[in-house]
């Protein structure tokens, strides 16, 4: 009776041990889970940042193209109203500038461009070319201009200039010439004229 107790009580402690290192067992092995888990997601969390942050990127690229796109496009649309305005205004001047030429102000003008024209040339024997409407006006004002200058001798060419007035001198000798042609100084001011008609397009006058 005592011998088979005392075996119960040997076999009740293997068996407590063997639970108690089976619990334990479960328990490291649950520990680890959760630890194993808890690595999983927080690799999970970064790699759904990664991909967040890259599709933002993406996103930000993508929306900077378009930006940029629509502001060259809008740049571009803005030049071609620009350069059509700088011609629409050349032109108006063109025409009122071509039916000046026997108004009283175009030819205190014409007086002024042929001087200045002289003095640029600064020769004593100059060739004056200008249109055919304007060859009677030219010949006044020499005439009226160089009446007491005996130094300078101003021929009017032959051959007819193709501009809608001023004049264009050369030297007699053909190695200078001054483009003084209305045309020509409308087209030196065609990059102050297109500046001014791009601020007002921007509202800056």
Same mark, same amino acid.
């Given at each position: 009776?005592?011998?088979?107790?005392? #075996?119960?009580?040997?076999?009740?402690?293997?068996?407590?041990?063997?639970?108690?290192?089976?619990?334990?067992?479960?328990?490291?092995?649950?520990?680890?889970?959760?630890?194993?888990?808890?690595?999983? *997601?927080? @690799?999970?969390?970064?790699? %759904?940042? *990664?991909?967040?942050? +890259?599709?933002? @990127?993406? +996103?930000?690229?993508?929306?900077?193209? !378009?930006?940029?796109?629509?502001?060259?496009?809008?740049?571009?649309?803005?030049?071609?109203?620009?350069?059509?305005?700088?011609?629409?205004?050349?032109?108006?001047? $063109?025409?009122? #500038?071509?039916?000046?030429?026997?108004?009283? =102000? %175009?030819? #205190?003008?014409?007086?002024?461009?042929? $001087?200045?024209?002289?003095?640029? !040339?600064?020769?004593?024997?100059?060739?004056?070319?200008?249109?055919?409407?304007?060859?009677?006006?030219?010949?006044?004002?020499?005439?009226?201009?160089?009446?007491?200058?005996?130094?300078?001798?101003? $021929?009017?060419?032959?051959?007819?200039?193709?501009?809608?007035? +001023? !004049?264009?001198?050369? =030297?007699?000798?053909?190695?200078?010439?001054?483009?003084?042609?209305?045309? =020509?100084?409308?087209?030196?001011? @065609?990059? #102050?004229?297109?500046?001014?008609?791009?601020?007002?397009?921007?509202?800056?006058?």
């Amino acid at each position: 009776m005592s011998s088979s107790s005392s #075996l119960e009580r040997t076999i009740n402690k293997v068996i407590s041990q063997a639970e108690a290192d089976f619990i334990t067992q479960i328990d490291s092995t649950f520990q680890e889970s959760l630890k194993n888990l808890a690595a999983s *997601r927080t @690799k999970l969390e970064a790699e %759904y940042n *990664r991909i967040l942050e +890259g599709a933002r @990127k993406q +996103g930000d690229n993508l929306k900077r193209q !378009i930006v940029g796109s629509s502001r060259l496009s809008a740049r571009n649309r803005q030049l071609v109203l620009i350069e059509s305005a700088v011609n629409d205004t050349f032109e108006k001047a $063109k025409t009122i #500038l071509a039916s000046s030429n026997k108004e009283n =102000s %175009y030819r #205190l003008l014409m007086r002024k461009i042929l $001087k200045d024209s002289v003095m640029m !040339i600064d020769s004593d024997q100059v060739i004056v070319e200008c249109n055919k409407n304007d060859i009677e006006l030219v010949k006044e004002v020499i005439s009226d201009s160089f009446k007491d200058n005996n130094k300078i001798k101003i $021929k009017i060419s032959d051959h007819p200039l193709n501009a809608i007035g +001023g !004049i264009r001198l050369t =030297s007699a000798d053909g190695s200078m010439t001054f483009d003084n042609t209305l045309d =020509s100084r409308i087209e030196r001011l @065609k990059p #102050l004229i297109r500046k001014n008609i791009a601020q007002m397009l921007r509202g800056e006058v």
